[in-house]
């Protein structure tokens, strides 16, 4: 389940992902992710989460998508949600994530393009099939 967060300008913020991760630990990823929890719906886990790793208290969320299992999404059903023009602060919980940035399209095409390395490649796999989309 995953969460991509706008601010006004359009830009998308991405989390860089705490070095104490076991997964792709320093690396810039979407806003926030998570799997649900027993009985809970995709539109509560996506409020968990934004809460839980970015301080983020909203009920502004939006379903936009779901994408099927395949290799790119690691054989999990993936749920998008989004939150547009956020004028909110985040706070990011330093146990799960060591800083966030808001990017322009350009500046994402530009890691993309340039610094892949620095990107978690669901990221990359996000932005190149166009499903990263305001």
């Known amino acids: 389940m995953l969460v991509l967060i706008f601010d006004p300008d359009n830009k998308i913020y991405l989390q860089k992902r705490s070095r104490k991760k076991q997964f792709y630990p320093g690396r810039w990823d979407v806003s ?3 799997h649900t929890e027993p009985g809970e719906s995709f539109s509560e886990a996506a409020v968990r ?3 839980d790793k970015l301080g983020l208290e909203t009920d502004r969320l939006h379903f936009v998508r779901q994408l099927p299992a395949c290799p790119e999404t690691g054989f999990e059903f993936v749920s998008i949600f989004a939150l547009h023009r956020n004028t909110l602060t985040i706070t990011p919980n330093p146990e799960a994530v060591d800083e966030g940035y808001y990017y322009s ?3 994402l095409t530009c890691l993309v393009r340039n610094f ?5 490649p669901q990221l990359v796999t996000l932005w190149e099939t166009g499903t990263i989309d305001s």
């Open 32 to 34: 926030a992710s998570t």
């Open 49 to 51: 989460v934004v809460r």
């Open 105 to 107: 399209r350009e500046e």
């Open 116 to 120: 892949r390395e620095l990107l978690t």
